[in-house]
């Protein structure tokens, strides 16, 4: 508590950068795409992220004892889902700030998975902001035709495989550090993934300079370095402080597509995004008032 007190804007600072890795690392992967395989390419990304963080990591597993590594393992199969729907939903998709929002609903869903899995009873907000991301989901669905794309349900896949982890994160695995607990998951969904496109992908790969170039910055910067990042400003402050500004990757991602690969939004998706961010916004909003007066102290309360 008193790191918290002592540097509460440079945790803001580093939880920003991190959004904006997060965002850069869906230009990356869309990017590496292009050449690779999606399971091989996110198994292999997250294999090597996971190996350059157990060299940090390496001091607190060894003294860990092997049921607590095991769940840690487990959880990561979990996460493997997760990223799997992810990167499958990031292929097939044509716009990556529209994804971005709709794979965000995953924080939404966190509590209403804990009501149905755990019994938690959701903050009243949470029933608030459900319709108001079921009609921005909508919005997008009818821009297409009122139809669901293929890349929308991947990444609602994604969404509700995400709630899930984090509710088990919490739950099975809360004594682990979080440095460790993030190897592990790396280490696993890396195995995992590379294992399933070894065995059932037969995309034969375009590997050049470029694709090489945009794999090592997804692994470096969007994987090894953000995760680290994470972790530290995590410590530094309060898990629904972090969870209010790492809701702004879906900005970021839907800002660096129009500069990058010169997306444009159609009305509909402008009303639907803003309403999927909105929601999020009513689901955080006493966290987000809390984050408000940080930044601009004469806001009131």
């Known amino acids: ?7 509460p804007w440079q945790a803001d600072a580093l939880l920003l950068l991190v959004t904006l890795f997060a965002a850069g690392g869906w230009i990356f992967s869309k990017e590496a795409l292009a050449g690779m395989p999606p399971l091989l390419f996110i198994g292999t990304r997250f294999l090597l992220a996971g190996l350059i963080l157990l060299g940090f990591a390496w001091p607190t597993l060894r003294r860990m ?9 487990w959880v990561g199969f979990l996460f493997s889902a997760a990223i799997a729907f992810w990167i499958l939903g990031l292929k097939h998709s044509d716009h990556l700030g529209e994804s971005a929002f709709i794979n965000s609903l995953g924080i939404l869903l966190v509590p209403v998975v804990a009501r149905l899995l755990f019994g ?11 319709p108001v991301a079921l009609l921005g989901f909508i919005l997008l669905s009818l821009n297409a035709g009122f139809r669901v794309e293929t890349s929308q349900l991947f990444m609602v896949c994604a969404a509700l495989c ?6 088990v994160n919490t739950r099975v695995v809360r004594n682990v550090p979080a440095l ?10 890396g195995s995992v993934l590379t294992t399933l496109s070894l065995l059932f992908e037969h995309q034969p790969m375009a590997l050049n300079t470029s694709i090489l170039g945009w794999f090592m910055a997804s692994v470096l910067v969007a994987s090894s370095l953000r995760f680290f990042l994470q972790i530290t400003a995590q410590s530094m402050t309060t898990p629904t402080h972090a969870s209010v500004i790492l809701m702004l990757e879906a900005v970021w991602t839907a800002l660096l597509a129009g500069w990058w690969f010169g997306e444009t939004m159609t009305l509909l998706q402008l009303w639907g995004c803003g309403l999927i961010f909105t929601a999020l916004l009513i689901n955080r909003w006493f966290w987000v008032r809390r984050v408000l007066t940080r930044w601009l102290p004469g806001t009131s309360r």
């Not at 508590?1 to 540097?7: G, L, R, S, V």
């Not at 460790?180 to 969904?189: C, G, I, Y």
């Open 120 to 130: 938690d009873r959701p903050p009243r907000s949470t029933w608030v902001a459900l």
């Open 180 to 189: 460790a607990l993030t190897t592990m998951q790396l280490l696993s969904v």
């Open 162 to 167: 995400f709630a899930l982890l984090i509710n």
């Open 65 to 73: 004892p092997a049921r607590r590594i095991w769940r840690g393992v």
């Open 1 to 7: 508590m008193n790191t918290i007190k002592q540097a």
